[in-house]
């Protein structure tokens, strides 16, 4: 069988994958990558549940590395649907000619480091044997869905849908009784909508959760033009600003140290505006002091109160026992107000967990629940999971699954001591997703290609990290992380959604700008840190 060989491959086609494509052909190397869905698009191919929507407001959840696409694209929405999103990115791969290097419906499996070729050699989904001199991980943060192991799951005889593997033809729900389990950002999103559709929903929720409103419009001509001559100064505020947002407050006041009254004007101005940091920004201590959260919780609470009818239903969807912003906070539409509809069922998964399945009868607690239709909106094995479900050995052919068996390391989130010529974007170690994903992306890509081409000019075609160096970096991320309340209850951020996995925060909380900043200096030093050969 013929051997296919490339300087660069490029592990999925979603928002990364395509800006590396370009990035790498810029520099004159020949690239391959390898996408498992049959389009580009990544998370927002797989996730096209009803209601899928993101929560960062389209203009700012846009690729900045071309004024012109900027130029000629318009939004719809102040936050952009998946169908949306999904033309977009399609708009894009045409755009650049991206698609002739992209082979679809086609997964890498496994990845060895040749030591003698100084090579990767990788096996494909389709049997393919492909050699390449760097690889590049495109694979996102959230591309691993979980499936909960639930007893006599196999006997299930309705159908069965996981929120990230929705069938591009839809479901229909009508005269159907339908079962959600989960309320994370994705339930929130497609519980209202399937509830305008099915006979009856239950909703299994298993941890109450912080929910702000989206706060969404439509965008008008005027709005738009203003966006698009505003390109340069947005671009100048997300270069500056910690997650790579426009428009955001830089310096917010304490809210301890405010009387109650401008407290709460702030608050009020937060709740009106909407999404999912507004309010998560408006004060610096929210996110670090627990009394300061406190204020910020019981009033988003409070809140969502107003629209539910039922008071005892209220207390189940809002006794809430972890701090605001410590595990992701959904942003919703119309969600709590679903409630509110005779054919909606809340099923406390808490005091009643899910036991078992038996033919169409889900077992929870003393309820036994029969359903045609189970969705699973039950998430993922976050940021080293999707990289972990592909068989990777580097260095004398350790297995990236042992490296990372008790915690998931990278120097800058890029390299992984010991798998060399591997970069991975947006990796542990890096802002990941507590940043506005797509700038950081397109800053990690940038970097990388810029890398490229400097082993290019002085002659290197092998690049690892220093172990000590990689080791400075993980204890750096630990401290900056320690005083912040994110991460300090049990959710994907900490993998402990997934059983068995190690916890722990493996993102940088220190600010994307500074995050940047270091990323820069180590380059302008000849990629300090970095070990760079000639082989
Ligand atoms: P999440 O946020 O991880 O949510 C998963 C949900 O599934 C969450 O409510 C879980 O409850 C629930 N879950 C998982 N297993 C079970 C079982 N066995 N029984 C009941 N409930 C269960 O995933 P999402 O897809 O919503 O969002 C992921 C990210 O995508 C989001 O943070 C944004 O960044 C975009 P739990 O909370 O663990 O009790």
Known sequence: ????????????????????????????????????????????????????????????????????????????????????????????????????????????????????????????????????????????????????????????????????????????????????????????????????????????????????????????????????????????EKLMNPVGLSNFPLDPPAALELDAETRRELLEEGWRDGGAVALNRAFSDTGLDRKAN?????????????????????????????????????????????????????????TSPIEKISGNVIHAGDDQIELDVLVYATGFDGVSGPLLSMDIQGVGGVPLRTKWATRSTAYLGLIASGFPNLFMITGPGSPSVFSNVIFHIEQHVDWIADCLAYMKEYDMNHIDVDPEVENEWTQLVDDVGKSSLVGSTRSWWTGENIPGKPAGLTFYLGGLQNYRAKCDEVADKGYEGFVLQSR
């Open 294 to 350: 406190k204020f910020l919780a019981d009033f988003v609470a409070a809140k969502n109160r107003e629209a539910i009818d039922d008071p005892e239903v209220a207390d189940r969807l809002l006794t809430i026992d972890h701090p605001i912003g410590a595990r992701r906070t959904p942003v919703a539409i119309d969600y709590f107000e679903t409630y509110n509809r005779d054919n909606v069922t809340l099923v406390d998964a808490k």
């Open 1 to 236: 069988m013929d051997t296919d060989e490339f300087d660069a491959v490029v592990i999925g086609a979603g928002i990364a994958g395509l800006y590396m494509i370009h990035r790498l052909r810029e520099i004159g190397l020949s690239v391959r990558a390898y996408e498992k869905g049959d389009g580009v698009g990544g998370t927002w191919y797989w996730n096209r549940y009803p209601g899928a929507r993101c929560d960062v407001q389209s203009w700012d959840y846009s690729y900045t590395f071309s004024e012109e696409l900027n130029q000629e694209w318009n939004w719809t929405e102040r936050y952009p649907t998946q169908p949306e999103i999904e033309r977009y990115l399609n708009h894009v791969a045409d755009r650049f000619d991206l698609r002739r290097d992209i082979d679809f419906g086609t997964r890498v499996d496994q990845a060895r480091f040749g030591e003698d070729q100084n090579k990767w050699i990788l096996r494909t989904s389709r049997d393919a044997t492909v050699v390449t001199r760097y690889l590049v991980s495109a694979v996102g943060a959230l591309s691993e869905r979980f499936v909960p192991k639930i007893n006599g799951i196999e006997t299930f005889t309705g159908e069965q849908y996981h929120t990230n593997g929705w069938p591009a033809e839809g479901v229909d729900f009508e005269n159907k009784r339908v079962g959600v389990i989960g309320t994370g950002s994705t339930g929130i999103q497609v519980i209202p909508q399937i509830a305008k559709e099915a006979e009856h929903l239950y909703v299994f929720q298993r941890t109450p959760q912080h929910v702000l409103p989206a706060g969404n419009y439509l965008l008008d001509d005027v709005q738009r033009r203003a966006l698009k001559e505003d390109f340069g100064q947005m671009l100048d």
